[in-house]
Structure formats: C-alpha cells, structure tokens
C-alpha cells in the first residue's frame, strides 16, 4: 500500500570523495569520511526508492570576513553548488558516483548562504550562486546556514534579521537546524525572537518560509 504513494525524501547530504577535504567538520579519521554519493543513496533505498530527494548543504569550509571582503571565503559553499549542478544536469566528474539519469532524482537544493553578513553580501552572494547553478537554479529553493554551533544571540543579529528579509521577499525558505541536545531551550527561545522579528511587518506574502529540523548529534 505504502508503495502506491510517492515519497520525497525531504533532508540529504552527499559529497564526492575529491572534495571531502571542503567539509568543515570532517577530520580523516571521521567515519563519514568517505564519498557518499547518488549511486550509495539509490543502494541505501533501493527497498523503498523515494521519488527524489532535497539535498541540504554539508557545511562546507567558509570565511564570512574573506566573503564580505572579496568573496574568497565562499569558494568551498559555490564549490557544492557546482556539483549538485552536475548532478542535475547530469554531467559528472569521473568517479563522483552519479549518471546522467539521476538529474531527476534531485527535486530541489538548498545551498550554504552568509546570513550573518547582511543583505548586501547576500545579495552578492546570491548572484554567485546563480551563475554557478547554470542550468540547475530553478531547483535552488532556499538557503541554510547553521546555527546549533554559533554563539547564542548569533540569529538576533540585525544583519542576520535583514538577511532573512531578504530571503523572504526572492520567495526562498530559510532551513534552520535546532539542536536541543547541546544548546538547550535558550536556542529554541532565541528561535522563537528571530521568527517575530523576521516577519514583524513584513507583507504576508513576502514573509520567509522557515524550514525547520532537529539535530540530535550525541
């Protein structure tokens, strides 16, 4: 019965084995350390296949302050859009682990963004983003950049607020990663703060769209 009903797999993370180095929380000894790719997830769910899959970004290597500057700090973040291009247009890199029929698979991507920088670096940024999504940009639906490890009033900030704004009125989502395990409900109270303050007279329809999961990292 379950199998009559078509399943988006909403939350993945994959990366080729030639850039496991951009990853900022991978050390060589981390057993994640390994490509993790299409065809490992297609093996991974060929029981149950899912229709396609969100892929969410891994936390790439990135420098806010090199960003702002002259964009150098953004190289690892545009380096994972430039894969997940490949995935989607169906054009890999020898052993990255996907083929041209797997474009589909990949319903939308939500790239790493700097929100903490302000509007203007975003709106720089963005651009980088969609020149180096070619073809595949339709599929970017939203943005992400993790909270759970940042200091505590990082998501307050008014830059960080404005940012948001600004995600809203292009009409993409924010996912926001909650970690209660670590950071308790001080972070959850904070979230609650920077959704009022996102959306306090903002047009409805210009509103962000919050997309919000839960880690639980032990």
Known sequence: MAADFPVIDSHIHLYPESEISTLAWCSPENPLAKQHSVDDYKAASASSPPRGFIFVETDRKNDLDAGIKDGSGWEGPLMEVSWLKRIVTGQPKPGEGHAKEDG??????????????????MERYL?????????????????????????????????????????????????????QHRRGRGQLEEVVEMIDRAH???????????IISESNYI
């Open 104 to 121: 589909s698979l990949c319903a939308a991507y939500i790239p790493w963004a700097p929100l903490p920088s302000g509007p203007s670096a």
């Open 127 to 179: 651009e980088l983003v969609k020149k180096e999504a070619g073809e595949s940009w339709p599929k970017v639906r939203g943005f992400r950049y993790l909270l759970q490890d940042k200091p505590n009033g990082t998501m307050l900030q008014q830059d960080f607020i404005e940012s948001l704004r600004l995600l809203g009125r292009k009409g993409f989502v924010f996912e926001l990663g909650v970690d």
């Open 200 to 210: 306090d007279g903002v047009p409805e329809d210009e509103k962000v769209v919050f």
